[in-house]
Antibody, heavy 120, light 112 residues
């Protein structure tokens, strides 16, 4: 079945850029109808959608993060990536990737998540 | 783009039914039948439980049901079981002008 796995540094310094990759297995990232999304969850808090990308490269971002976020896709590697610039301690969170049925607004399945801590 | 409003916590005894509300606005929940619900156990990734307000994915127990009235969506769990104890999050489409996906703040369900 479809599985997603996040990878990247667990510690990022303030003002630097957070970079994560999500590897999709058990299916093609080029599947029609589905976007691929990033969601984060600060420790002890709720979920926040960051943005989503289609295999063609079309993207949608959370307006509150849009100025700092770039999501890209590499279909040859069946991966998509997140870059979040100028990070602060407020960006410390568990970052999840998930398949996103954008037209119908649901996320499934999700990766296991990866904790990224912003600290000097 | 504000978060949807959920009660911080709800509780119920085994076998009982509980309902978790998710209140938005006429710009999100009230305008689209695109509400989904997620269950999250501690230290685990969220799991899709309900989509398009009331549809259940394959494999999700029929004890879980969803509904919507006006700007408020609801998740009902009947026949509460110990394994239902978890955090629950609602999620709504929030309009095409800025394209938004907005989550609720989450509700902690305790099975007494």
């Amino acid at each position: 079945q479809l599985q997603l796995q996040e990878s990247g540094p667990g510690l990022v310094k303030p003002s630097e850029t957070l970079s994560l990759t999500c590897t999709v297995s058990g299916g093609s990232i080029s599947s029609s109808s589905y976007y691929w999304g990033w969601i984060r969850q600060p420790p002890g808090k709720g979920l926040e959608w960051i943005g989503s990308i289609y295999y063609s490269g079309s993207t949608y971002y959370n307006p509150s993060l849009k100025s700092r976020v770039t999501i890209s896709v590499d279909t040859s590697k069946n991966q998509f990536s997140l870059k979040l610039s100028s990070v602060t301690a407020a960006d410390t969170a568990v970052y999840y990737c998930a398949r996103h049925n954008l037209p119908l607004n649901w996320f499934d399945p999700w990766g296991q998540g990866t904790l990224v801590t912003v600290s000097s | 783009q504000s978060a949807l409003t959920q009660p911080a916590s709800v509780s119920g005894s085994p076998g009982q039914s509980i309902t978790i509300s998710c209140t938005g606005t006429s710009s999100d929940v009230g305008s689209y039948n695109l509400v989904s619900w997620y269950q999250q156990h501690p230290g685990k990734a969220p799991k899709l439980m309900i989509y398009e307000v009331s549809k259940r994915p394959s494999g999700v127990s029929n004890r879980f049901s969803g509904s919507k009235s006006g700007n408020t969506a609801s998740l009902t769990i009947s026949g509460l079981q110990a394994e239902d104890e978890a955090d629950y999050y609602c999620c709504s489409y929030a309009g095409s002008s800025t394209f938004g996906v907005v989550f609720g703040g989450g509700t902690k369900l305790t099975v007494l």
